[in-house]
Nanobody, 127 residues
Framework: QLQLVESGGGLVQPGGSLRLSCAAS????????IGWFRQAPGKEREGVAC???????NYAASVKGRFTISRDNAKNTVYLQMNSLKSEDQGVYYC?????????????????????WGQGTQVTVSS
């Protein structure tokens, strides 16, 4: 079974940047679409971005233009570059893998599509 490990979270000031990593400790990520999700305290989990198996991407409107998702198949890792961070971006960030056949060319950051999840990494944005 695929196992995912997120890293790169931490404390950053508003306007700052972080890069999150999602690495497969078991399995190969290029067989999946990979999504990033976040959950703030007291709020529902929301989709942030996703990348299809062949590289197509999709973003939530709230992060478009500020966040970039990418994958490095040689490193078996997916990244989420987060720039111009806002307090609204705070939360626990999770990466997840979608094994569905539709993940080949396109993706959506919709939680029920994903059945492999990492443990999460905390992102705090505070001045």
């Amino acid at each position: 079974q695929l196992q995912l490990v997120e890293s790169g979270g931490g404390l950053v000031q508003p306007g700052g940047s972080l890069r999150l990593s999602c690495a497969a400790s078991r399995g190969t990520l290029n067989s999946y679409a990979i999504g990033w999700f976040r959950q703030a305290p007291g709020k529902e989990r929301e989709g942030v971005a996703c990348i299809a198996r062949t590289g197509g991407t999709n973003y939530a409107a709230s992060v478009k233009g500020r966040f970039t998702i990418s994958r490095d198949n040689a490193k078996n890792t997916v990244y989420l570059q987060m720039n111009s961070l806002k307090s609204e971006d705070q939360g626990v960030y999770y990466c997840a893998a979608d094994p569905g056949v539709r993940s080949l060319l396109r993706c959506r950051a919709y939680g029920p599509d994903y059945n492999y999840w990492g443990q999460g990494t905390q992102v705090t944005v505070s001045s």
